[in-house]
């Protein structure tokens, strides 16, 4: 059997144009520009790169982004106050500080003095609540993203067996909480899980999110099944530098019934979600209906 590939790439693409779609309405019907506030500590490159193209892809679809660009030095009591000012600040309906944090700073205290309606990153104590109890809430990009591939491809994901690798706060919870959500049957592994191999067996869906190159080797996967590869692992091959996932790729895809490439498949939906989440936010901070298809 050879996978069908989904394409992350595209679906994201269909994601913003949808956005897209949303903004230029709030604007010319409302006179509302959905605005994105970035905060980035620091100088990591990689966290730079990302703030980057969260930037350009939020001007694309035709919002507001504001960047604030702090020193690594700066005081918790200085951020609170920044995210203070956008939480009182109407023309900002998103905001979101760019994670790791440097050491000095508490990364819990600043995610939870963010307005949870503004909360775009879905990480705020009262986001996890809500949708831990199905409730409304803000919802994480990543997680969000891997999600609405999976209702694209399958359509209904009521009783299939999901097996989500990784616990971590920012993918694997949530993610296991929107499969849930959509009646999925969840198991949650992670580095202690006894037989992770017979686990991931069982399951109708895999969701890879460990962090550890090609873990996942294809004959851990049942014949037919969807492999959604969160990973981001950087390797150095045959004397280059090359991304690749969680999962192997080749040994999985002969395998799996559909199964997501690494780059080109979650990765470029995370942003396409942050910006989902913005317009979102946008529309419920005006008690205007909410985009239909933009959220879990
Ligand atoms: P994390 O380090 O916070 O969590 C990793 C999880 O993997 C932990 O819960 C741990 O229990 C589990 N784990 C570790 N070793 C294991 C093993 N041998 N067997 C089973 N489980 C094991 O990582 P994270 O932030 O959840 O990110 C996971 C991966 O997803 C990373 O590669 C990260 O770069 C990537 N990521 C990608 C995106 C994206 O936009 N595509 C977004 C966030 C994270």
Known sequence: ???????????????????????????????????????????????????????????????????????????????LALIARLNADPDIHGILVQLPLPKHLNEDLVINSIDPAKDVDGFHISNVGLLGTGQKSMVPCTPLGCLMMLRDHHGSLSGMDAVVIGRSNIVGKPMAQLLLGDSCTVTIAHSRTKDLADVVRRADIVVAAVGRPEMV???????????????????????????????????????????????????????????????????RANGLAEPEGLTA
């Open 217 to 283: 080797p294809g004959d851990w996967i049942k014949p037919g099944a969807t492999v959604i590869d969160v990973g981001i692992n950087r390797i150095e091959r045959d004397g280059k530098t090359k991304l690749v996932g969680d999962v192997d790729f080749a040994s999985c895809a002969a395998v799996a019934g559909a199964i997501t490439p690494v780059p080109g498949g979650v990765g470029p939906m995370t942003i396409a979600c942050l910006l989902a989440n913005t317009v979102t936010a946008a529309c």
């Open 1 to 79: 059997m050879s996978a069908t590939i989904i394409d992350g790439k595209a679906f994201a693409g269909k994601v913003r144009e949808k956005v897209a779609g949303h903004v230029s309405r709030l604007k010319d019907g409302h006179g509302i520009t959905p605005g994105l506030a970035v905060v980035l500590v620091g100088e990591d490159p990689a966290s730079q790169v990302y703030v980057r193209s969260k930037g350009k892809m939020t001007v694309e679809v035709g919002m507001k982004s504001v960047e604030h660009k702090l020193d690594v030095e700066t005081s918790e009591a200085d951020l």
